[in-house]
């Protein structure tokens, strides 16, 4: 009986390993794509791509926006920390400012398609994340997006984009 459980425990030990490896991998070869994309931008510290949250900065300085719009990232959790605990207010105030976020991140990705000459509508398979199911591929037809923009050498940074998609009235 002792040895059947250690040998189930061992099972899941080792798929945990290797399960963490792999994520490390995919971690470091994700950093990596993006890092290419900030060199080809020619933004200073591309390998910023490398630390979590770190490559929001050159994100920014790639689509020519301040680099204080990282706040948008941190202001829906603590809105969920401070004002959760007052009931629905709090809650429906969290779940407004994530929309609201995702709603920006939308519009900066469709900026950032636009700065390397891409199609705005490949968004749409940003959109398919946030779908169950249809994400696991959504997030493959991603990544493929963004190894095709990192190693092909005819998709170009262009640093004179139009980096105002509604126009000059709206400036996020």
């Known amino acids: 009986m002792m040895g059947e459980i250690g040998a189930v425990l061992g099972l899941f030990a080792g798929l945990a390993i290797v ?10 070869f994700v950093g990596y794509v993006w890092f290419r994309l900030f060199k ?87 959109i398919g994340l946030v779908i169950p199911v249809l994400n696991v591929f959504a997030g493959i037809v991603v990544i493929v997006l963004l190894l095709y923009m990192s190693f092909n050498s005819n998709v170009i940074y262009h640093p004179n984009f139009n980096n105002n998609i509604f126009g000059n009235s709206v400036h996020l």
């Open 19 to 28: 399960g963490a490896l792999l994520g490390i991998v995919f971690y470091v």
């Open 40 to 126: 080809k931008s020619g933004v200073p510290m591309p390998w910023l791509a490398f630390i979590p949250y770190g490559g929001l900065w050159p994100f920014f300085w790639t689509i020519k926006k301040s680099t204080w719009n990282v706040l948008w990232f941190i202001v829906p959790s603590l809105m969920g920390m401070l004002f959760f605990k007052g009931g629905a207010p709090g809650g429906f105030l969290a779940v407004f400012f994530e929309l609201l976020v995702i709603i920006i991140t939308l519009y900066w990705c469709t900026l950032f398609l636009r700065a390397y000459g891409m199609n705005p509508w490949w968004l749409v398979a940003l």
